[in-house]
């Protein structure tokens, strides 16, 4: 496979990433805190606002799970440089916790995201369905859509190695 000139050019530049200011970017500055405590405090006024916390049971009551909810929160406030990622890793559990008691004095059922949920009967029956007009037009066609003798073939075929490109790859000596 052979590169064009105009794909070549829209790679970026070695030391790219270094051209913006020092401490231009949020993830180039140390976060505003650094431990559990400091950073449940700022998720404090997201839960005593009204209006976020209505939107967030919405959210809830939509089926949408609880991690789900919690990882947003924490990447938003990791890229904008409250605290680290590791901090809202340690955070996410407080997280979770707050939102099915909130959930759980709204009257709201809520699915936490960790565990497995079994397809209702209607779901099942509609993939089984699915599943058996799909066999029923495989077993209709005339012609099948992989030929056998291909898919053996492929199994014996062993990737090509590709040589390396740029501008540091080693000269092939031909």
């Known amino acids: 496979m052979k590169i064009?000139?105009?794909?070549?050019?829209d790679a970026p530049v070695p030391g790219m990433s270094l051209t913006a200011e020092p401490k231009s970017r949020p993830w180039r500055r140390?976060?505003?805190?650094?431990?559990?405590?400091e950073a449940l405090?700022?998720?404090t006024p997201i839960f005593k606002n009204k209006k976020t916390t209505k939107m967030m049971l919405q959210q809830i009551e939509n089926g949408v799970p609880l991690t789900t909810i919690a990882d947003v929160l924490i990447t938003a406030n990791a890229m904008e440089g409250r605290h680290t990622l590791d901090v809202g890793v340690l955070?996410?559990?407080v997280l979770v916790?707050?939102?099915i008691t909130v959930a759980e004095l709204a009257g709201i059922d809520y699915v936490v995201g960790n565990e497995e949920r079994e397809l209702p009967e209607e779901r099942t029956e509609l993939?089984?369905?699915a599943m058996r007009s799909i066999q029923e037009t495989e077993e209709t066609d005339e012609e099948p859509m992989i030929d056998e003798d291909v898919t053996e073939d492929l199994e014996?075929?062993?990737?090509e190695e590709k040589e390396p490109m740029?501008?540091?790859?080693?000269?092939?000596?031909s």
């Open 30 to 37: 140390p976060s505003q805190v650094s431990t559990v405590d």
């Open 4 to 9: 064009k000139p105009e794909e070549f050019l």
């Open 41 to 43: 405090s700022l998720y």
């Open 156 to 159: 014996e075929v062993e990737p």
């Open 91 to 93: 955070l996410a559990p």
């Open 166 to 173: 740029g501008l540091m790859a080693r000269r092939s000596v």
């Open 127 to 129: 993939v089984n369905r």
């Open 97 to 99: 916790e707050t939102m």
